[in-house]
């Protein structure tokens, strides 16, 4: 693991070789859910890398696993000395993308990656392939706009987190559990949040792209991936029966098989 400082914000990331090589593919840029961090994809990363011949890197964002926290992450929004303070805004996919994800990449020599995010993740990595090159973007269960269904699945894991076992579960990943908790939850549950919606951004994705989503999922329905395609026509999908929120972790096989035929396609120069 290495703490990157991006703007005054230590940033956990971890690197994976890739083969060696004279001209090596574009590496694989893991990009986690909204409870997530580098740690909880466990070993599917160097899977995916493995088997698609391309290095990766896996980060945590702010908050999140060994990354720096957020003070008072339940407090007013505020800045302190240039960085975010408090609750999280209605926007912060958008400044994740916007703002956090170009001075990393620049900071790891990365120009042209292939996004694979999850859920939060993949929200972000359709926001940043809509305003910057990318070779590829991967998406698994990402959130274009706010569901019901959503709402009533993050209600739940907040009773869960309070009365039940997932805050010491969660505890295992996260340097700070309830930071990492709470900045995702509230922002979720909030009133402003409900009018999220990225559907226009989508519009702006010219790069390769693939969207995949579990029958199953309690965390948004299959409108999610339909509206990626409605907006970008050349979206490839993959709607997996018996799968729920994590196509890597339900259905490995099946999303590495699918992810390498992806990657493997011929592109126009």
Request: glycine share 10%.
């Amino acid at each position: 693991m290495n703490l990157m400082d991006i703007d005054g914000v230590g940033i956990e990331v971890h690197r994976i070789a890739g083969p060696a090589g004279p001209d090596p593919l574009a590496p694989l840029v893991f990009l986690h859910e909204g409870l997530g961090s580098a740690a909880m994809w466990r070993d599917w990363p160097r899977q995916l890398c493995a088997a698609t011949g391309r290095a990766g890197v896996v980060i945590s964002r702010r908050g999140y696993g060994r990354s720096d926290p957020v003070p008072d992450v339940r407090g007013d929004p505020s800045e302190q000395a240039g960085r975010r303070c408090g609750r999280l805004r209605p926007d912060y996919m958008h400044r994740e993308a916007w703002e956090v994800m170009p001075a990393l990449l620049a900071k790891l020599g990365i120009d042209h990656p292939v996004l694979v995010g999850h859920s939060d993740g993949g929200t972000i990595a359709l926001l940043y392939a809509s305003r910057h090159p990318v070779a590829a973007c991967i998406v698994m269960a990402p959130h274009v706009i706010v569901e019901d269904l959503s709402i009533a699945a993050i209600t739940q894991a907040r009773e869960a987190f309070q009365s039940g076992g997932l805050r010491e579960r969660l505890a295992r990943f996260h340097a700070d559990v309830d930071g990492a908790f709470w900045q995702w939850n509230d922002i979720w549950l909030s009133e402003d949040f409900r009018a999220f919606d990225i559907r226009e951004d989508c519009r702006r994705i010219t790069a390769p792209l693939l969207a995949l989503q579990g029958v199953d999922d309690p965390y948004g329905t299959m409108a999610q991936i339909d509206e990626i395609a409605a907006n970008a026509p050349h979206t490839r999908l993959l709607k997996l029966p018996g799968c729920g929120h994590s196509p890597h972790r339900d259905q490995p096989g099946a999303v590495n098989a699918a992810i390498r035929a992806f990657l493997s396609e011929p592109r126009p120069a």
